[in-house]
């Protein structure tokens, strides 16, 4: 943020996360991308994941443990990441910027609000919305959401297995690319949120957490409850 000159414009964190957030209604377009992804993302997680090993389908051991799990994971990960890795860390735009006043045609129509809704298909409204930014910057931006899963609040195995940062790695780009292509969070945060529960909970990921015994014994055993 620092580096985007953002701390020097603290109303430039605060748009992002509003624009980002307002926008729920997704347009026919932009709902079709976000269904691809999701669809996509899902596909490669769940390949990914049980071809490597890395995943175990099975049943949660407790349904009402998996409930207080859907809830928590809501908020995190799945909230709490995308409005700090998609909501803060990625630009509005590359130089520029939403109409400051409703855009009408020669029939007083509106092509384009300041919020980026119109009357008509969002296509009349793209020329004022922000554009991608640059490579380098989003792989840059991906790079800081998987490393993030090293830090110290990080401190299980788990969490080194290359396996799962190649998981997180696609899990990023998937929620990147949902909030570049609709313009809103809430897609990110859908799939965020439910991939990991999904993988916690009927993926074998809640066994990874439990600690390491002298022999491994314990992991074994709960491993081969699968």
């Known amino acids: ?3 985007q000159g953002a701390l020097r414009d603290p109303a430039q964190l605060r748009d992002r ?3 980002r957030l307002q926008h729920i209604r997704l347009d026919p377009q932009e709902q079709q991308w976000a269904l691809g992804i999701a669809i996509i993302g899902s596909v ?4 990914g994941g049980l071809l490597s090993g890395f995943c175990h389908l099975g049943l949660p051991h407790s349904w009402s443990g998996a409930g207080k799990q859907l809830v928590i994971n809501f908020f995190m990960p799945g909230l709490l990441e995308e409005l700090i890795f998609r909501g803060l860390l990625i630009r509005l735009s590359a130089g520029n910027h939403l109409p400051s006043t409703t855009i009408v045609d020669e029939h007083g129509q509106a092509l384009c609000r300041p919020d980026g809704h119109g009357s008509t298909i969002a296509s009349s409204c793209q020329h004022f919305l922000p554009s991608r930014p640059p ?9 800081i959401f998987v490393l993030y899963h090293l830090d110290l609040m990080h401190g299980a195995s ?4 290359p396996r799962f940062l190649v998981m997180a790695a696609v899990l990023g780009l998937c929620c990147q690319e949902a909030v570049l292509r609709t313009r809103s969070l809430w897609p990110g945060v859908l ?3 439910l991939w990991v529960w999904a993988w916690l909970n009927f993926g074998g ?4 957490f439990v600690p390491d015994s002298g022999t491994g014994e314990a992991r074994e055993r709960l491993m081969g409850d699968q």
């Open 17 to 19: 996360l509003t624009y």
């Open 191 to 193: 799939m965020h949120w």
């Open 44 to 47: 490669l997680l769940a390949a």
């Open 135 to 143: 490579a380098w910057e989003l792989t840059l931006t991906l790079v």
């Open 1 to 3: 943020l620092a580096w």
């Open 158 to 161: 788990v969490f080194r297995d």
């Open 205 to 208: 990921g809640l066994h990874l």
